[in-house]
């Protein structure tokens, strides 16, 4: 009796592997695809049958990223990128604090105002914020990319939630130091959130990085564009060269697979701590 | 110690009404002045334009210096070139000649109706009002809703002052307007006395003229048989001061000028011998009203937070607390305010207005934006279609969730599996959208050559109207499937073993474990899980601006496309705002029925 039932368990753990392993097969199968077709001929990929190259043709690389400054695109993803997280971190950090830590009248009232906003659509703000920025004269520019993007309310959200579990102790202790809030801020509650930091940061880095609308109608000039309208751009120029496609689409999606390889927990506890409330 | 504190108490009630009067008094004076800036800043304009048509009029061949003089009612003086250069004025250029001939300097008409009397009595009512319930409050103990009344009270009665300096804006406006267009007219007349062609003398009015296509606008030209403008072109009183109103595509314009040009023969809308009379609104002139609207609801803010501290006062380590938070705030608080909820109002405005990105006048049409909306069948079939695919929803979630299932025994599985299937939703979307064009490609793609394999024939993925959808619905669970996995995965976890161990030995089956524990215990994941993926999808863009522009036969043409073609291809700014209002709707009603559903579920379970 015993022995039927680890053999029924592990059968079923077979079963199971196997139908795991199928799932992430169809969910990788069009990275690897595209991995393969960026390293074949022009011509190669319309031959029927093949679906890897014969010989790997390792000059689309070259070819195909000086066709467009794709340097230069990716200069400007990581400076918007950058700047844009420097930006929520502090905005998120210094607003969650208030919203976790301080006392004051209308908080609640105002953290609420806040959160509203998650529920508009950014649709609606994208006209009015691009005349804004029409009207500064700065489309085409770093400011114009950058300045809209600089507050993330789920950042301050995910914040107020990390500064809420830290023991007040901390605090008083630091405050009988006669620390004001400002020190207390900057010495006992930040250090203590670097995981938190740490996770909104990544966030915030991916979804700029991701973000294509913005940048899309906020850019003119080849100079300024960044890593996604670039490749759209280049994907409408070169519309049937797909290994040179595929070679922009691999250039821009390994950054970001690298950057979650190695920052996995993060995303998982951001995601955790969005979806659990 | 309690003394101390007390004699403070008493000290800041003392001064509680001088400040409350102060900001609001302040506060008025920003609104007046914002007016009155408005205001100089067209009469400047006005002067600097009559300085150019004098000495554009001078330039004409045949005109005389009196002319010119006559034509401002003496306020030009013309002067050699190096004499001139001080106050407003413009050089004259003769001819054919580089060096400016003359200087012709202008002072200044002082046109108007005086000062904006209704404003200031309005203005000081206010502030008379906040003196009184400063001093009523020093008496009696605040009640409770007592900074949400003030709030109120004050956005009124600063809009209350804002319409005022608004409408006295307007007045002075018109005037600036209606005297522009009588020098207009008579410069034109001059000129045209003095033997220029129609063609000169319209540019010597410095007026837009109905001179044919230079005037696209039809709803500004008014077309009128030849007897009638002749008329109207030859009444004295009308040469002195045209004055009009006409209503035209929901818009007032004032204003008029006879034009000099006779309608294109043989065209069947504007028969031989009409003249064109064309309107031009105080649009022309920068209207003062945002920044109205802007300094008044600024002001309110300022006197509702004045108001709002003054309780605190008394306390000072309150006072202290609230400003150290308020100062954590501060940087968020002020982003969002200039980049989200300014720009909600600017959107609602903008709406409101018939908008377009080329067209300097945005006149004002109320609500046809969404009455255009309401029989635009293009953009409900875009709903339509995002509903659609919003669809793809619930089938990423029942495959999100047996794949959670699928890896919660084992650590080493959750790791890698999450580590391959999250993937899509973390990458680049347009990279994502350029490979899946690539893959549903009719007859080269993976897709197409997977089905050739085992006998079915090629699907038109992107390329036939009824499967287009279909296939981006289909990528669409493919990008979000590991996101909602790792959130379910969370949730699974946060469901005490205990249930699971007690259920089983209850006799029950795993079908019934999952029914009545992972279910019940999940309700609050899946909730989320479904409103944040709902919003999201609504919002889809990135996908069918790569992959299918919206076609074929705008089977794919999404929402949030459909608007980006409004505002960015057809440079209809006031039907685009329109329209993300109406999405906005949408996405809310969508998930306020969630909410209510769930309510109804929690009720009956």
Known sequence: MPDARTAARATGGISRTLLLAFACLVMAAPFLWMAATSLMGQLEVFSSGRLFPESPLWSNYPEALTAQPFGRYFLNSLIFATVVVAGQVATATAAGYAFARCDFPGRDTLFMVFLATMMVPAVIVLIPRFLMIDALGWIDSYQGLVSTELVSVWGIFLMRQYFRTLPRELEDAARVDGAGHWRIFRSVALPLAKPAVATLALFAFIDAWKNFMWPLLVTRSMEMRVVEVGIAAFHSTYEINWPYQMVAGVVAALPIALLFLFTQRYFVRGIQLEGIR | ?605
């Open chain 2, 1 to 605: 110690m309690s003394g101390a504190g007390a004699t403070n108490a008493a000290g800041a009630a003392g001064v509680t009404p001088l400040v409350a009067t102060g900001a609001a008094a302040a506060a008025t004076a920003v609104i007046l002045l914002v007016a009155a800036d408005a205001l100089s800043g067209a009469r400047e304009q006005a002067t600097r334009e009559e300085a150019r048509a004098a000495a554009s009029l001078y330039e004409v061949p045949g005109v005389t210096e009196a002319d010119v003089v006559s034509l401002l009612d003496g306020r030009a003086r013309i002067v050699a070139p190096e004499a001139g250069g001080s106050g407003p004025g413009a050089f004259a250029y003769r001819a054919g000649a580089l060096q400016p001939a003359a200087w012709i300097a202008v002072e200044p008409a002082d046109e108007g109706n005086g000062w904006p009397w209704a404003a200031f009595v309005l203005a000081l009512l206010g502030v008379l009002c906040m003196a009184a319930w400063a001093a009523a409050r020093r008496r009696a103990p605040p009640p409770s809703r007592y900074p949400a009344a003030a709030t109120l009270l004050c956005a009124a009665l600063f809009a209350l002052v804002a319409a005022a300096a608004q409408q006295w804006a307007h007045g002075e406006l018109g005037a600036v307007s209606s005297a522009r267009l009588a020098r207009g007219l008579r410069a034109a007349g001059i000129a045209g006395a003095a033997g220029a062609d129609p063609e000169a003398a319209a540019r010597v009015a410095g007026l837009p003229w109905a001179s044919g296509a230079a005037l696209g606008e039809p709803d500004r030209i008014w077309t009128m048989p030849r007897e009638a403008g002749e008329a109207i072109a030859a009444d004295p009183q009308l040469r002195s001061a045209p004055r009009y109103t006409v209503v035209a595509g929901g818009a007032t314009y004032h204003g008029g000028a006879v034009a000099l040009r006779e309608g294109p023969a043989g065209r069947a809308e504007t028969p031989a011998g009409t003249l064109h009379l064309v309107f031009l609104g105080y649009e022309e002139t920068s209207s003062p009203t945002v920044a109205l609207i802007a300094s008044a609801i600024g002001s309110a803010l300022v006197v509702s937070l004045v108001l709002f501290l003054l309780p605190l006062a008394a306390r000072p380590r309150a006072l202290a607390r609230t400003l150290a938070a308020w100062g954590f705030l501060a940087p968020a608080a002020a982003l969002l305010l200039v980049f989200t909820f300014g720009p909600l109002l600017f959107s609602l405005w903008i709406s409101l207005h018939d908008w377009r990105l080329v067209d300097p006048a945005h006149p004002f049409v109320g609500l046809e934006n969404y009455r255009a909306l309401l029989s635009d069948g293009g953009w409900w079939s875009a709903i339509l279609n995002t509903g659609v695919f919003t669809l793809h929803v619930p089938a990423a979630m029942a495959v999100a969730l047996a794949l959670a299932l699928l890896t919660r025994e084992s650590r080493r599985a959750v790791r890698w599996a999450r580590l391959a299937l999250f993937l899509p939703s973390v990458t680049s979307v347009v990279a994502i959208a350029v490979v899946w064009k690539w893959l549903l490609n009719d007859g080269y793609g993976l897709a197409n050559r997977a089905l050739g394999a085992i006998g079915i024939g090629p699907v038109a993925w992107l390329t036939s109207p009824d499967v287009a959808l279909v296939s981006l619905m289909v990528i669409g669970v493919w990008m979000v499937v590991g996101y909602q996995m790792v959130v379910f995965q969370a949730g699974l976890a946060a469901i005490p073993r205990v249930w699971y161990d007690a259920a089983k030995v209850d006799g029950a089956g795993p079908w019934q474990r999952f029914r009545h524990i992972t279910l019940p215990g999940l309700r609050h994941t899946l909730f989320f899980v479904l409103v944040t993926s709902v919003i999201g999808s609504f919002q889809v863009f990135s996908l069918v601006y790569v992959m299918t522009e919206g076609g074929p036969l705008g089977a794919t043409d999404v929402a949030v496309y459909h608007i980006y073609r409004e505002a960015w291809e057809f440079l209809r700014f006031g039907n685009a705002a329109a329209m993300s209002w109406i999405l906005f709707g949408v996405v809310f009603a969508a998930t306020w029925l969630h909410f209510r559903l769930l309510e109804r579920r929690g009720a009956h379970a």
